[in-house]
Structures are given as C-alpha cells and as structure tokens.
C-alpha cells in the first residue's frame, strides 16, 4: 500500500526557516517523483517544487525560488522540504504527493499526503 505522510510543519515568525518531511512508503523513489503543493485558504492549490531521480529539484512557484529547496534520503523513503526566509505569504497547508514524473499539474499525481500546516506570523 502506498503512503505519504507530510509532516513538520508548524508556527515561524518572518524570516524563519522550517523543514517540511515527507515519508513514503509502499514505492521506490528510484521510479517516481515527490512534490510538493500548498494551498491557502481561498485559494487553489499551488505547486511549490518537485523532486525525482532524474529531474533533481524543480522549482516551479517564482516566490519560492531561491527560498524553498527539496531533497531526498533514499534510504528513508524521505523527501525534506527546506524553507527559509519565510514569508507570510507562504501561510498554506503543505500537501507532498507522488506521480512518475515532475510536473506543475495536481492531475498527474495519484498519491497525496495528508497535508501539514504552516503558519508564518508577520
């Protein structure tokens, strides 16, 4: 059975650092992509960044570029998410989900995550 599990997520003042982990289970990262989606309230969900074997790290949101980095512990089936110099704007429900490529597009992805909640205070 396949699992994602999101979690770290948390309460960070601006300017904060957070990292966001993602434990998969019931697949190899070996043939599949991990990435990550937010959504705020509102809003529709937003693909943040992507990582897979053979694409590396994809950023794909321009307010997270150069903030947010992703990478993988193999050994643990575990995608981290890196972010720092948190903005408020970047308050969403983080979501991590599988697919067999990278890509921008929620439709792709056949496995998601239960979501982790970042807060980040002004």
């Known amino acids: 059975e396949v699992q994602l599990q999101a979690s770290g997520g948390g309460l960070v003042q601006a300017g904060g650092s957070l990292r966001l982990s993602c434990a998969a289970s019931g697949f190899s990262f070996d043939d599949h992509a991990i990435g990550w989606f937010r959504q705020a309230p509102g809003k529709e969900r937003e693909a943040v960044s992507c990582i897979s074997r053979s694409d590396g790290d994809v950023p794909y949101a321009d307010s997270v570029k150069g903030r947010f980095t992703l990478s993988s512990d193999n050994a643990k089936n575990t995608v981290y998410l890196q972010m720092n110099s948190l903005k408020p704007e970047d308050t969403a429900v983080y979501y991590c989900?599988?697919?067999?490529?990278?890509?921008?597009?929620?439709?792709?992805?056949?496995?998601w995550g239960q979501g982790t909640q970042v807060t980040v205070s002004s």
């Open positions: 989900a599988s697919a067999y490529f990278c890509t921008d597009l929620p439709r792709f992805y056949d496995y």
